[in-house]
């Protein structure tokens, strides 16, 4: 396992020095990210608390997050009753040989 790497970003004016085993774009494009949504959420209520913009903030994350695992789930459940129906009907024409 490799050493963790700090990566120095700004979010929402502030400097932060993040520790990870990520790539140091990833790291980037993750702050950028949680910036963008910071001042999005700022921009379009009253809230002026930067701590309250972060919760904000992570509420509409963890809500695009579970929206993408139940589609996700839903994916895999799809899969899962198509591969069923072609293994049925393989089986049944194997039969028929």
């Known amino acids: 396992m490799s050493d963790p790497s700090s990566v120095n970003v700004t979010i929402y004016g502030r400097e932060y020095t993040l ?17 963008e949504k ?5 921009s ?4 002026a608390s930067t701590s309250k913009v972060a919760i904000l903030v992570a509420v509409n994350l963890a809500d695009e997050l579970l929206r993408e695992r139940q ?15 072609i293994t049925a009907y393989l089986d049944k024409e194997m039969e028929q040989l």
């Open 19 to 35: 520790r990870g085993d990520a790539e140091t774009a990833y790291v980037e494009k993750v702050a950028a990210l949680v910036d």
């Open 38 to 42: 910071m001042r999005e959420i700022a």
């Open 44 to 47: 379009q209520s009253s809230v």
């Open 71 to 85: 589609k996700h789930q839903q994916a895999l459940n799809l899969l899962d009753e198509r591969t069923g129906q």
